[in-house]
Every structure is written in C-alpha cells, then in structure tokens.
C-alpha cells in the first residue's frame, strides 16, 4: 500500500501556561492590583505575619460578616496528573477555622471540592502536597471559613507541577493509501514505565476510548481506524503509566468520507465562514455546540448560491473552542471552529 500523505495540521496541544508557577507572591510587592488574573474575596496580600518572604496571601478576619472568604488563580490547564503543593496557616483559631482547595472548571464554574481540612491551633505553618487526576482548564480556588474570634487565613508557596513524561513522543499523525485505509501512526523516542497507548477519538464533547496498543519499548505504532463519515474526526493518544497516571498527545485532525464537495471555509474574520458547493441542497440547519456538549447557537440557512453561502456566528460568544455542525435529512459535516 502506498502511503506518507499527511492529513492535517496539528490543531490542538494539552499545553497551556496562563499563569505560572510556583506561587510565592513575592513578586506581587502585597499590591494586589499586579496580581492579573486572580479573584478574590475577602483576600488581600499581606507582609504582616507572611509565611515566607515578605509576602503572602491572607483573608479578612473569618468572623467578618461577609462570610465569603476566597482566592481564585487564573484558568490553568490540566493534563492528566498534577501535584499541588502549598503553605497555609491561621493565626488565632478562636474561630474554628477549616480551609477547602476547589477545582473551578475554567468553562462551567462547576466546582469540585479536592482537599479539606480543620486548622489545628496555634501559629504553625503546614503543607499540603495532593494529586489532582483532571483534564481541561481549571481554576484552582482556597476557600476558608470560620465561625467567630479574629482569626486569618494564610496561604503562600504554590507549586503546581506534572510528573516526568515516562515517553518522549517524536510524533504522531495520519496516513492514507490508495485504497483508502486510514492509519494513526506515532513513534517515540524513548519509554519508561509505559504500559500503553489509548486510542481515542472525539465523540460530541468528549474524548471515547477506541483501541488499547500496549507499549513495545519505543518505535514505530500503527493502527487502522475507520472514519465517520460526513465529519472532521479529531484523535488523541491517552499514554498510560503502569502505575495508573497518564497523559495525552496533541490533538489531530482527519477528513472522513462526506459528501463530495462539502466545504466549510473561514472566510473575512474569525466568524464568518463560506459554505461551498452545497448541490442540490435548498436549506441546512446550522447548530453550534461548546466544549460540555451545550448548544449555543442554532439557525436554519437558506442557500442562494450553489457557490458560496456566508455564515456568521453571533459576535457575543465567548472565546473559546466550538463544534459547528451542519446538516440537513441526509448529510452533515462537522467541524471544531476557534473563534476569537
């Protein structure tokens, strides 16, 4: 079979650094105007009494009326297995004091509760070091509370860090032969530890496990799969430890078999797309999904040209990753559009 047409572009990577880390707010002079990209509540930055340095984060007095008591870090995004580490202490536990780390899905605001913990008295500073199993962006949030007395919460030297790559994936993508068999291919330059590759495939919102190929030590993998039809169709590869922590590939991109001619183009602006030789169609439905799977946008389109059609999506959607799908009774094509 004759192979070594590449298909697509690489259209995505799990890399994405908002924020760095470590944390020790040094860097902030306690002004919280220069801290971009965090939230608080009740929070302020403080030289009095710091952890470490000169600077750390601390709350108003927990028996503050407000009750609210919360610093939030910018979206951070997470691939797979993380350790988080951080100081923290209270002064003065007359208040019960007890400290909460939430996970802040960067999209939904939906929030998970990963570590909690009553202050024991006194003025001594603890340590925190948890693993956190997520994917996507997530803001990480320290929720603290207390229910009377002058107590104040400290937070201060937060590391956020991912464990050593066991492979050193050289690349991965997709071939095609003259008889239209399809293949993921992807080869590593070095593997340890490694009990596998997942292979998986982008189903509505999320990502479904296709095929397991354990792990020969380093080389050159090859799998068939088979494509959809009438759809872009994005695959990744899950690299599974054999302790059971992972992480993912980039994110490629291959064409199925739709219906011949069905383009969808960006055009003048990052929201405004041609549809292209469209023959024998009078009208299509236009539905436009987020990363949870929710609809966002949906219009019916009439087309007027067998040409080109414009397509505009609405101006006050959010930045972000979408899925365009169009179709009518008998065809569709599906796409992952960024828009700006």
Not at 71 to 89: D, E, R, V
Not at 107 to 114: I, K, R
Not at 154 to 177: C, H, M, N, Q
Request: with cysteine; hydrophobic share 40%; aromatic share 12%.
């Amino acid at each position: 079979m004759k192979r070594g047409i590449l298909l697509w572009l690489v259209l995505l990577r799990t890399s994405l650094a908002i924020c760095q880390f470590p944390e020790n707010f040094e860097s902030y002079d306690c002004d919280r105007d220069n801290a971009a990209g965090w939230s608080f509540s009740s929070f302020s930055f403080s030289s009095m009494q710091a952890i470490s340095g000169s600077c750390s984060a601390r709350s108003s007095q927990l028996s503050n009326p407000a009750g609210n008591f919360f610093i939030m870090s910018p979206a951070l995004y997470f691939g797979g297995s993380t350790t988080i580490s951080f100081a923290y202490k209270v002064l003065n536990t007359s208040s019960n004091p007890s400290a909460q780390l939430i996970l802040v899905e960067a999209n939904t605001l939906n929030e998970t509760v990963v570590w909690s913990q009553n202050i024991n008295a006194g003025n001594t500073t603890f340590f925190a070091n948890l693993n956190i199993v997520a994917t996507g962006n997530y803001h990480i949030k320290w929720k603290a509370s207390g229910s009377g007395g002058a107590s104040r919460f400290y937070l201060d030297d937060i590391s956020l860090a991912t464990p050593l790559l066991s492979v050193e994936l050289k690349r991965f993508f997709a071939t095609s032969g003259d008889d239209g068999l399809t293949e993921l291919v992807w080869e590593t330059a070095s593997e340890e530890n490694c009990e596998g590759f997942q292979v998986e495939i982008l189903s509505g919102a999320d990502f479904q496990p296709l095929i397991f190929i354990p792990a020969s030590g380093g080389g050159i993998y090859r799998t068939p799969v088979e494509l959809p039809a009438f759809r872009e169709n994005y695959f990744r590869l899950k690299i599974i430890d054999y302790d059971g922590t992972f992480s993912y590939s980039e994110i490629i991109e291959i064409s199925g078999k739709g219906k011949p001619g069905w383009q969808c183009l960006p055009a003048d602006g990052n929201r405004t797309f041609e549809l292209r030789h469209f023959e024998n169609e009078d009208e299509l439905k236009i539905c436009l999904f987020d990363t949870t799977g929710k609809l966002v946008f949906e219009k019916n389109i009439e087309i007027l040209s067998r040409e080109k059609t414009l397509l505009t999506l609405p101006g006050d959607l959010t930045a972000n990753l979408y899925f365009l799908k169009i179709f009518n009774h008998s065809n569709q094509l599906s796409k992952a559009v960024f828009l700006k």
